[in-house]
C-alpha cells in the first residue's frame, strides 16, 4: 500500500503565510528572512491544527469557533512582529 501524506498540513499555515503576505506593506521594513521569523513565531503561538483539506474543518467549525480562530491569529501576528522587531532593534538592524 502506497501512502500519501502530501496533502496533510497544519491548517493555520495558510492562514498565517496569507497574513503576512497582506500586512507586509505596512512593514516594510522587515526583510524577507524577518517575515519568515515572523511566521515561526505566529505558528508556534497558535494550536497545531493538521488536516487534509481546509475546507473540511471550516465547514464543521461553529461561527464562534471561526471568531475565535480569527482572534488568536491576529494575537499571534501582533505578538509575532512586535517580538522580531524588537529583537531586531536589539541587534541594530533595520525593523
Same mark, same amino acid.
Given at each position: 500500500?502506497?501512502?500519501?501524506?502530501?496533502?496533510?498540513?497544519?491548517?493555520?499555515?495558510?492562514?498565517?503565510?496569507?497574513?503576512?503576505?497582506?500586512?507586509? !506593506?505596512?512593514? &516594510?521594513?522587515?526583510?524577507?528572512?524577518?517575515? #519568515?521569523?515572523?511566521?515561526?513565531? %505566529? $505558528?508556534?503561538?497558535?494550536?497545531?491544527?493538521?488536516?487534509?483539506?481546509?475546507?473540511?474543518?471550516?465547514?464543521?467549525?461553529?461561527?464562534? !469557533?471561526?471568531? &475565535?480562530?480569527?482572534?488568536?491569529?491576529?494575537? #499571534?501576528?501582533?505578538?509575532?512582529? %512586535? $517580538?522580531?522587531?524588537?529583537?531586531?532593534?536589539?541587534?541594530?538592524?533595520?525593523?
Amino acid at each position: 500500500m502506497i501512502i500519501n501524506f502530501e496533502q496533510v498540513h497544519n491548517y493555520y499555515e495558510r492562514l498565517v503565510f496569507e497574513d503576512i503576505a497582506r500586512l507586509s !506593506e505596512a512593514y &516594510a521594513t522587515y526583510s524577507a528572512d524577518m517575515l #519568515a521569523d515572523v511566521a515561526c513565531v %505566529a $505558528l508556534n503561538r497558535l494550536p497545531a491544527r493538521y488536516v487534509r483539506h481546509d475546507v473540511d474543518m471550516m465547514f464543521y467549525l461553529t461561527e464562534q !469557533e471561526r471568531h &475565535a480562530i480569527d482572534e488568536s491569529l491576529t494575537e #499571534a501576528l501582533t505578538y509575532a512582529f %512586535a $517580538l522580531v522587531g524588537e529583537r531586531m532593534a536589539k541587534r541594530g538592524m533595520t525593523a
